[in-house]
Structure formats: C-alpha cells, structure tokens
Nanobody, 124 residues
C-alpha cells in the first residue's frame, strides 16, 4: 500500500518553471515504479513521465521531452517533476502514481496507487 500527496502546483506564465513534489508513505515505495500523469479539462488522463524503482530509467511523453525532468529520492520517499519552458497546453491537474506491479512503466494501467492531484495553470 502506498499513499501519495502531491504539492507544488500553481499559476505560472508561459516560459516559466515549476517543480512538483510527491510525498509517499508505505513500505513498498522504494520498490515501485513512479509516474506523473495529467488531465486537462475535458480530456483524458495522459502519461507525462515515469521513473524506475531505482531511478536508473526514465521515460517521457513526446510532448514534454527536453522540458520536463522526473527524479526520485528514495531516502525521502519523494518523487519530483521539474517542468521548464511551460506552455499553455501544459495546463492540467497533475497526478502522481505508484505501480505495485511494474519496475518501470509509462502507461496508465500499470499504476494502482494515485494521489489527489495538483493544479498547474500556465497563463499570462
């Protein structure tokens, strides 16, 4: 069992940066693949980035490659998403998720523990 709480969302102008954090509790965090997903108003939830349990492997959606960076600190039970060069189309609720069954995965169905989400709005 993993409990997840996201933070760090907010309003930022185009071209700006934000860092999201996801604090996890539960004994299985350090062996879980972690991912960030987002859902814009009226759209389906989509993958953003994922990181393996060890942190040695990462993956990104094409729309965020080169702008977003996922990382994790297993000593702090925390996963981060650094977002640079933000665009209005990045506006969404961002969710942190943990996979109890996969060491690394970028697809939604692999994740069975979800946070409550944090709003990111990119607007001038």
């Amino acid at each position: 069992q993993v409990h997840l709480v996201e933070s760090g969302g907010g309003l930022v102008p185009p071209g700006g940066s934000l860092r999201l954090s996801c604090a996890a509790s539960g004994r299985t965090f350090r062996s879980s693949a972690m991912g960030w997903f987002r859902q814009a108003l009226g759209k389906e939830r989509e993958s953003v980035a994922a990181i393996s349990w060890s942190g040695s492997r990462t993956g990104y959606a094409d729309s965020v490659k080169g702008r977003f960076t996922i990382s994790r600190d297993n000593a702090k039970n925390t996963v981060y998403l650094r977002m640079n060069s933000l665009k209005p189309e990045d506006t969404a609720v961002y969710y942190c998720a943990a996979s109890g069954n996969y060491g690394f995965a970028l697809f939604l169905a692999a994740y069975n523990y979800w946070g409550q989400g944090t709003q990111v709005t990119v607007s001038s």
